[in-house]
C-alpha cells in the first residue's frame, strides 16, 4: 500500500526499516497485511521503508513484533530487586504456626482452639475472625509440615519480591479475604482449617505480578500468559490433591479446592494491583515493619476474640 507520491507526502514520511531490498520487501508484507502505508525507497546506498509519520508509531511496533516472533528474542521483563530480610518473615511464619499447633495440642488456657478458631460456614459471617485463626490450625502433623514447607518456599519468594512485612501482611489478608469469602459460598455444615489458603495466596500473590509485568513486554502470546499458566499448574498440582486438605473431624480426608482456588485468585488480585501500580516503590524498612507488626497483630486480634467465646 504505497505512500501518495505527493510532495508533502514525501516530506512528512518517517523512515521505519532499513536493509537490503529483500529485506525491506520482506517488512513490507509485514505493513501490508496490517493495511499501514508504506513507500519503498533508496537511501544512501540501502533500501528503506518510509511511512507517513501518523502512522510511524503503528507500523514500528508492527515489525517490532515480527522481528520478535521471527528471531525468537524475547525482552526480558524488568529486573526485580530483591528485599533483604525475606528469611525473618517466613521465620515468623514458621514460629506462628509452630506455637499455635503447641497450643491447641495441650488445650491452652482450658480452650478448643480447633473448634473455637476453624472456619465454620454456620458463625463465620459474625464470627469474622475465623478467617484468620483458621489459617493458623492443622489437623495433624503431616498436614502442618506440608504448609511449612511450601508456605516457607512461596512466602521467601514473595518476602524477597515486596519485602517480608508486606509479603507477608498481604498474603494473610489475601488468604482471610478468601476463607472469609468461602463462608458465605459454603453449605452450613462446611468447616476448615489450615495455612493451605494462606500458602496458595503467596503463590498467586507471586503469579499475578509476574503475570501483570510481562503483559506489558511484546512477546508471543505464551511468554506473556507463562506465569499464568505455571501458577495454574502448581495449585492444580498441588492444591487438589495428596494430603493438603482442610476438612475437619470425618471428613480429615477431604481437600479444601475451593479454600485453595480463592486463596490463589485473591493472591492473583493482590500481585496484578501491585505490579500495575509500581509497588513497593521504595526499600524503607518503615514500611515493612508497620506491615508486619500488623500482620502479627491482626493474628493476635483474632485468636483473642476466638478464646474469649
Known sequence: MPLDDGPQERLGAVVVFEGSRAAC???????????LPYELAPLAGRWALLTAAPQSAAALDELARYAVERHGVHPRPPAIVTFPGAGL???????????????????AFGADWLASGSLDARVGTQEWWRAITALTLHLDQAHLLGNLLFGAIFGTLAGGAFGPGIAWASILAAGAC??????????????????????FAALGLLTGFSWRLRLTLAEQFRYRWGPLFAGVFLLAMLGT??????????????IDVLGHGLGFAMGIGVGWTYARLGLPRKRRRGPQVIAGVAALAAVGVAWFLALRR
Do not use: M, W
Request: hydrophobic letters at 45%; aromatic letters at 4%.
Open 241 to 254: 490433591g495428596g494430603d493438603s486438605g482442610n476438612g475437619t473431624g470425618a471428613a480429615a480426608e477431604h
Open 178 to 199: 478468601a476463607n472469609y469469602l468461602e463462608t458465605l459460598i459454603s453449605p452450613p455444615e462446611h468447616r476448615a482449617v489450615g495455612a493451605s489458603t494462606a500458602v
Open 25 to 35: 520487501a520482506e517488512a513490507a508484507l509485514v505493513l501490508e497485511a496490517k493495511s
Open 89 to 107: 518473615g517466613t521465620a515468623l511464619f514458621i514460629l506462628v504456626l509452630l506455637i499455635t499447633a503447641y497450643c491447641t495440642g495441650i488445650q
